[in-house]
């Protein structure tokens, strides 16, 4: 089992940044997939970011892509997501998840751990 706790997330105006962070617990994640999704009200959950277990394979959704970067330290078992030049359409609830499977996935039924999720919001 693997437990992911996210943080970071807040109220920040659009064009500013934060970091998002996940600290995972109970095993090691340095054989994982690590990814980043994101929920808005009414939405249904998106990919945003995924690193593979060495972070030699990294992909970003189009609408993130030039603007977010995801990495990961195995040694400390955490995750980050740098975001910056947020808008206003990046406001939900952001999710870090591990997967176990050795390929990257994108979709969120493929991961099989989650964390609770951090809320940001960007005001216009």
């Known amino acids: 089992q693997v437990q992911l706790v996210e943080s970071g997330g807040g109220l920040v105006q659009a064009g500013g940044s934060l970091r998002l962070s996940c600290a995972a617990s109970?095993?090691?994640?340095?054989?994982?997939?690590m990814g980043w999704f994101r929920q808005a009200p009414g939405k249904e959950r998106e990919f945003v970011s995924t690193?593979?277990?060495?972070?030699?394979?990294?992909y970003y959704a189009d609408s993130v892509k030039g603007r977010f970067t995801i990495s990961r330290d195995n040694a400390r078992n955490m995750v980050y997501l740098q975001m910056n030049s947020l808008k206003p359409e990046d406001t939900a609830v952001y999710y870090c998840?591990?997967?176990?499977?050795?390929?990257?996935?994108?979709?969120?039924?493929?991961?099989?751990?989650w964390g609770q999720g951090t809320q940001v919001t960007v005001s216009s």
């Open positions: 109970g095993r090691t994640i340095s054989s994982y997939t």
């Open positions: 690193s593979s277990w060495s972070g030699s394979r990294i």
């Open positions: 998840a591990a997967d176990r499977a050795a390929v990257v996935r994108l979709q969120p039924y493929e991961y099989d751990y």
